[in-house]
């Protein structure tokens, strides 16, 4: 297992690398290019040029999170098959670079939603939280203003103004996709790049939908366990993986994380690991990572991923905004260094209990 943090790149975190190799045992972080368009090219030079930030820093780019899919790609238009040549010339340049795993996802027009980016809890922080009831009140325009208005002036991944803008012709595009196109389109989508990633032993890792479940009319299919699985069988081979974001697929109580974990043996790539409270049908808030302070079970989640064998990259995922810092909401340094300290911390008597039958 290795400890990683994410990180949004000079000027676009307010956190620094320094910062994240004097979080201990954190050894790597994730990141990406976030100022070029989804779509476009990447050029070696600036993904060489990322990686020797991190190097220089003593750390490694474990991974990129995320070579984001352009829309034509999701909705299957003509343009798309542009955008997958453009995907997988990226894919090659990362390959030569060195890069062996990409995070990704499927989400129609949105990434995350919540509709609260700074609730203030009970101990004086504030984190992310989802009401349905304020989601449903609401349309994908005034949302879209809202997430970016609370974003302390961070680029939101995933909500970028620029693609947004175009939000009619986009949600345009998806009239007619349901689930079934949609689970087609990413079939597609991984029958054309697979043996590129063969070829470069990338292990692609897709990010569920968070939250896991229909927003604004939108279809989602990386819901919970059976659709995971359908994932898998859609190019059953090793480098057709999973993001497990407990936090994600955990904000419906349905979904049973460890027994998630069991099914995907071996095709879980990369693991996002934060709590997350239930507080009631369709609603959750961001908590602290430890298990006290959500409806989770970290250890048995950590147990059941070293128990299947799980030996890739982990991050800390969301914190609370703690001890005053201003971040950009969820991944602030404060909190997430708390988490990953926890998580080596289980991981670490996890270890030494080695076979001892609790989970
Ligand atoms: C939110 C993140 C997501 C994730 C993407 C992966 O904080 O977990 O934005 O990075 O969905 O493509």
């Known amino acids: 297992m290795q400890m990683t943090m994410r990180w949004f790149g000079a000027g676009g975190d307010s956190v620094t690398l320094e910062q994240i190799r004097q979080v201990s045992g954190v050894t790597g972080v994730v990141a990406s290019l976030y100022k070029v368009p989804v779509g476009t090219i990447w050029e070696k030079a600036e993904i060489l040029g990322l990686q020797r930030e991190v190097e220089n820093a003593g750390l490694t780019l474990a991974g990129i999170e995320s070579l984001g899919i352009h829309d034509s790609i999701k909705t299957g238009s003509p343009e798309r098959e542009q955008y997958l040549d453009n995907y997988i010339i990226s894919l090659e340049r990362l390959g030569e670079a060195g890069i062996r795993l990409i995070c990704y996802n499927f989400m129609p027009v949105f990434d995350w939603i919540r509709s609260d980016l700074a609730k203030i809890r009970n101990d004086g922080a504030t984190a992310m939280s989802y009401e349905q009831k304020i989601i449903d009140q609401s349309d994908p ?198 988490g990953a300290s926890y998580l080596i911390g289980l991981w670490e008597a996890i270890e030494k209990i080695g076979d001892i039958k609790c989970v």
């Open 141 to 338: 325009y005034t949302l879209s203003a809202s997430m970016n208005r609370q974003s302390n002036g961070y680029a939101l991944a995933g909500w970028e103004p620029e693609r947004l803008h175009k939000l009619d012709e986009l949600l345009e595009k998806y009239q007619g996709i349901d689930e079934e196109q949609l689970f087609a389109n990413l079939a597609y989508f991984l029958e054309r790049i697979m043996p590129t990633c063969e070829k470069y032993q990338i292990k692609m890792a897709i990010h569920p939908d968070d939250p896991p479940w229909s927003v604004f009319g939108l279809p989602r299919i990386i819901t919970g366990k059976d659709n995971l699985l359908r994932l898998i069988k859609l190019a059953d081979r090793p480098f057709n993986g999973v993001t497990l974001c407990t936090g994600s697929l955990g904000s419906n109580p349905g979904n049973d994380i460890p027994d998630i974990i069991h099914a995907l043996k071996g095709r879980i790539h990369f693991v996002h690991v934060r709590n997350v409270r239930h507080t009631a049908p369709g609603n959750f808030e961001e908590c602290a990572h430890f298990s006290g302070d959500g409806s989770l079970d970290m250890f048995k989640i950590m147990k059941t991923l070293y128990n299947n064998g799980f030996d890739g990259p982990i991050r800390p995922d969301h914190g609370r905004a703690i001890w005053g810092e201003i971040a950009m909401p969820g991944y602030g340094l404060y909190d997430r260094a708390l």
